[in-house]
């Protein structure tokens, strides 16, 4: 197989190299990628920036990715035979298991995949993995009810986009905090106000569309503590990032992407339908990994960087 490697930190050191192919173990298929998502996370990987996540023991190199879409290959002991040929999203939780999808032959726990719906392309079916099952987590811990206000922080990035299409399908009402040139976006998205502020300000123009301040909110822009004006007392507060002290009897989490099947399989019936949009700003093939991370530290927008594999 051909992977990307990080042998020593740094975005101009990527490398891509041809190992062994992995063997499924008990319970894991192996699947032949079609296309892995370069996500924040990744980049912080080979940045370097992670590291102080890794547990201890940890040894490189690595190969990063989380997300990708594929076709199973062959099974290992206890997964039936009949699903070789089956083509799957799937999922790996990066940072306990340091099983990356960045690479043409994945193992993954049987577990870990869902059917791949018809009707989207590979390059974008892939990105609602790790940014979906985020958004879907923060929102659960959000626990809203019937009616209440939502405000989403970095409403038209890769997570939060994804939070404001879902947060709007359930009927909430939401609030998108984005810059001034992508209100219309996060409007298009779902959203029932767009406000660009910070700070007090922020605190002020929530209150101006939810007096008493909003219900809850998804912190996907990591603004942290200045937030929390925005939220009424008692309310709630969820962030992907580091927890800011709660105040006023706000309840506040920490939330991140996790395997949840029926979740996955949801976040990908709902790409594949046009209900959750995908957008992709560049496709890039393996052999230009370097490129490609290159680009996504570059990016502006919601777009992803994705990497496409021309051969099994």
């Known amino acids: ?15 891509v190299r041809d190992l062994p192919d992995p063997a499924p173990g008990t319970g894991e298929v192996l699947i032949a990628t079609e296309a892995a998502t370069i996500n924040p996370s990744d980049a912080a990987v080979v940045t370097g920036a992670a ?42 939780l990066w940072f306990e298991s340091f099983r990356g999808t960045q690479a043409s032959a994945v193992a993954l726990p049987i577990g870990n995949v869902v059917p791949a719906p018809d009707g989207l392309p590979a390059t974008q079916l892939t990105t609602v993995g790790l940014n979906g099952l985020t958004a879907w987590r923060g929102l659960a811990d959000l626990r809203l009810g019937g009616g209440d206000t939502v405000v989403v922080t970095g409403a038209t990035g890769g997570v939060g986009g994804f939070a404001v299409e879902l947060a709007a399908s359930r009927g909430f009402s939401v609030i998108g905090v984005v810059h001034d040139e992508d209100k219309e976006e996060a409007l298009a998205l779902g959203a029932t106000a767009a406000i660009s502020a910070l700070g007090e300000e922020l605190r002020a123009r929530v209150r ?7 219900d809850a909110l998804l912190d996907t822009a990591s603004i942290g503590a200045p937030a929390l004006g925005a939220v009424r007392d008692g309310g709630k507060y969820v962030t992907v990032t580091e927890l800011p002290p709660s105040e006023r009897g706000i309840d506040v989490f920490r939330s991140g992407g996790r395997m949840d099947s029926e979740a996955l399989s949801t976040l990908a019936d709902m790409a594949s339908s046009g209900r959750l949009t995908t957008p992709v700003a560049k496709v890039f093939d393996l052999d230009d990994a370097g490129a490609a991370y290159t680009a996504f530290a570059n990016r502006s927008g919601r777009g992803r960087i994705v990497l496409a594999f021309l051969s099994p």
């Open 1 to 15: 197989m051909r992977a990307v490697r990080v042998e020593q930190f740094g975005i101009d050191d990527v490398q």
């Open 51 to 92: 590291a102080p996540r890794f547990p201890p023991g940890a040894t490189g190199p690595y190969t990063p990715g989380w997300d990708l879409v594929g076709t199973i290959t062959a099974c290992g002991d206890g997964v039936s035979s009949s699903l070789v040929g089956t083509r799957v999203v799937g999922f790996s």
């Open 208 to 214: 101006e569309i939810a007096p008493g301040g909003a």
